[in-house]
């Protein structure tokens, strides 16, 4: 399985149609810091296609101590490709790429059903949970790197 780098753009009908499923706008995900310098956005390719994505930036949370912080978005796999171990690898890869480039926290807004999954990883969940719209219930997840 080959990781690339990708545009925000290229991975934006995936994000929409495994993030916000049945929903025709694309607004719910772009997200603002999409195209800052920082991002980073990794896909997984299959027939042309893109079937899975995950993307990074450069985020500054006052929750966490030290002071480069990435925040990581809309890890996704098309429903044809899950329980392969896809989401697992790509997300791998995006934490080695943010620590390359200096983070020293990284921290997310988790779907509170994938809590285990990103404890796998060392995350530690913290917070209320909250509802967001047009979505599910959430709730904020970190890990400090050094
Ligand atoms: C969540 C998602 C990215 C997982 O992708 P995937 O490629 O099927 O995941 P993997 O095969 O790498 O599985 C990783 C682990 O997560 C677990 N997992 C996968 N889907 C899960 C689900 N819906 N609920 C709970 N655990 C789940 C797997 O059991 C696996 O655990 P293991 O490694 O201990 O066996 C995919 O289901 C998806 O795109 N869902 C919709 C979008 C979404 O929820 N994104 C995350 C937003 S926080």
Known sequence: MEIKTYQANDLLLLRRNVMRPGMESFEDVMYNKDDHPSAIHLGVEKDGKIIACVSAYEEYNPDLPNQTHYRF?????DENYRMQGIARKLFDRLIEEVINKGAQAIWFTARTHLIKFYN??????????????????HIKMYKVIK
């Open 120 to 137: 796998s990883f060392g995350f530690i969940e913290y917070g209320e949970e909250f509802l967001i719209p047009n979505s599910c219930m």
């Open 73 to 77: 978005r809309a890890l996704c796999v």
